[in-house]
């Protein structure tokens, strides 16, 4: 994989080796959203919001207890015992896991300015990575190619605005621009936080919830939820009203190329459980005589009038954006279309159109090449070493000191075990876990 430094977002192109860029198959650049970076589409689960919640957590069990959990008096009585939400899915792919097992070229970065106004990552794209797009690898067997852009969120702003500003350019390599939950006619999210946090919290679902003892973590979750609602200068840009909805382009400014919307009308993100223990957990283990200790089991119940989240939040407390069947969450279905570009809505939040296996067949197909059900999609975190000083780094979790935009010399790596095999060790600031501290030197005695 070929990989630059931190002026170009550690852009990646893959294959790495020109001469397996297959000339028959699409060239793809990946553009995230707002307080995104590269891993959403190669590691969506990176932000722990992949919440299965269409299927219910398996029992817990705990064993060999010498009593039975009468220690906790509601459980005995079968009142509520502890909470939790739906579990994490382990089965999340990406997109650039499909894209690659498909055998189109995958262009990968992180934008500058992760919150900033979209001016910030306009001038990365338009001075490092246009340039090398169309320079290093729109060449040899893909020259006269063009690319098309798959965008999440605030990504699709970033292509409308590039176009709007460089309508003679950039039909000269831009093929097809496809929008994933783009706010196109722009969102309310950025006024929603406060809604959900407080408005919806004190006025319905709030009481409920203080009074089965379960405040704190439901305003935990919608505090979480509502992480892409932050109000940031970016996000406030995003306002319908905004002067840069003048300074994007439309499908008819730009008829040479294609635009293709999609959206998400799901508000669901995640269930709220409660804990009961079985009849069993109050009885003898038995079948283990002479040791007959207790074995406990806990079955989960969903929380009513509560769960799931955002779903059971009143209509009227909350903007298009988080109505379910009207938005994903941050972005409404109305919202997300552009006049004159075929569209098409998905039962998805804003989050899972970052892992959605019906998105993935659907771009498939218009990218020419349909999934069979067969395919291997390789997706796993990045690593970034450091050839010079044998040290590896996580971007994720970059610290000052770590200097990424020093290095001159990267390899990357998809997983921490390959770097540390090739004698690369954990940077103390960013990977900590695997950094090996140098050992002192013992002089010798006079």
Same mark, same amino acid.
């Given at each position: ?25 699409? /060239? ?9 970076? +590269? ?62 097992? +498909? ?15 979209? !001016? ?8 490092? $990575?246009?340039?090398? $797009?169309?320079? !290093? ?14 965008? %999440?969120?605030?990504?699709g702003i970033l292509a409308r605005r590039y176009v709007h500003d ?27 936080? !406060? ?43 995003l306002l319908p009203d905004n002067a840069l909805f003048e300074r ?82 941050? /972005? ?15 039962? /998805? ?34 690593? $970034? ?7 590896? %780094? ?38 900590? !876990?695997? %950094? ?11």
């Amino acid at each position: 994989m070929t990989t630059y430094g931190k002026a170009k977002g550690f852009l990646e192109v893959s294959p790495a080796d020109p001469e397996q860029r297959d000339p028959s198959r699409e /060239v793809v650049l990946l553009l995230h959203g707002l307080g995104g970076n +590269k891993l959403d589409w190669s590691f969506p689960a990176w932000r722990e919001m992949h919440w299965n919640h269409r299927q219910s957590p398996a029992n817990r069990h705990s064993d060999n207890h010498f009593g039975p959990p009468l220690l906790a008096p509601l459980a005995a009585l079968g009142f509520l015992t502890d909470f939790s939400l739906s579990d994490l899915d382990t089965n999340v792919r990406c997109w650039e896991g499909m894209l690659r097992a +498909k055998g189109h070229t995958v262009i990968n970065y992180s934008q500058d300015g992760n919150q900033a106004l979209v !001016e910030i990552p306009l001038v990365q794209f338009e001075q490092e $990575i246009v340039p090398t $797009i169309r320079d !290093e690898v729109l060449t040899g067997s893909l020259a006269g190619k063009k690319v098309t852009l798959v965008c %999440h969120s605030r990504g699709g702003i970033l292509a409308r605005r590039y176009v709007h500003d460089h309508p003679t350019v950039a039909p000269t390599w831009i093929k097809h621009i496809v929008t994933l939950c783009t706010p196109n006619q722009g969102t309310l999210a950025p006024l929603a936080k !406060e809604k959900l946090t407080q408005q919806a919290l004190a006025g319905l679902v709030g009481p409920i919830a203080d009074a089965i003892g379960v405040d704190d973590l439901l305003v935990n979750t919608i505090d979480r939820l509502t992480d892409w609602l932050s109000e940031t200068e970016g996000a406030e840009q995003l306002l319908p009203d905004n002067a840069l909805f003048e300074r994007l382009a439309n499908p008819a400014d730009a008829p040479d190329i294609e635009f293709t919307t999609f959206a998400g009308n799901s508000v669901r993100y995640s269930r709220l459980y409660y804990w009961l223990y079985t009849l069993s957990s109050f009885i003898p283990n038995f079948s283990d005589f002479p040791d007959i200790r207790f074995d406990y089991e806990q079955f989960p119940t969903e929380l009513p009038l509560i769960s799931p989240l955002l779903d059971q939040i009143p209509d009227g407390l909350v903007d298009d954006e988080q109505d379910d069947n009207e938005g994903d969450g941050a /972005v409404s279905d109305l919202r997300a279309r552009l006049p004159g570009a075929p569209h098409t809505t998905v039962p /998805v939040n804003h989050a899972e159109a970052l892992w959605d296996e019906t998105l993935f067949g659907l771009v498939a197909d218009l990218l020419g090449t349909p999934l069979t059900g067969n395919e291997n999609f390789e997706c796993s975190r990045g690593f $970034i070493g450091n050839s010079n000083t044998l040290q590896v %780094h996580d971007p994720m979790n970059e610290n000052t000191n770590c200097q990424l935009d020093e290095i001159d010399s990267i390899v990357p790596f998809k997983r921490i075990e390959d770097a540390l095999t090739n004698g690369y060790d954990g940077c103390f600031y960013c990977l900590s !876990e695997h %950094h090996t501290p140098e050992q002192p030197t013992n002089s010798p005695m006079d």
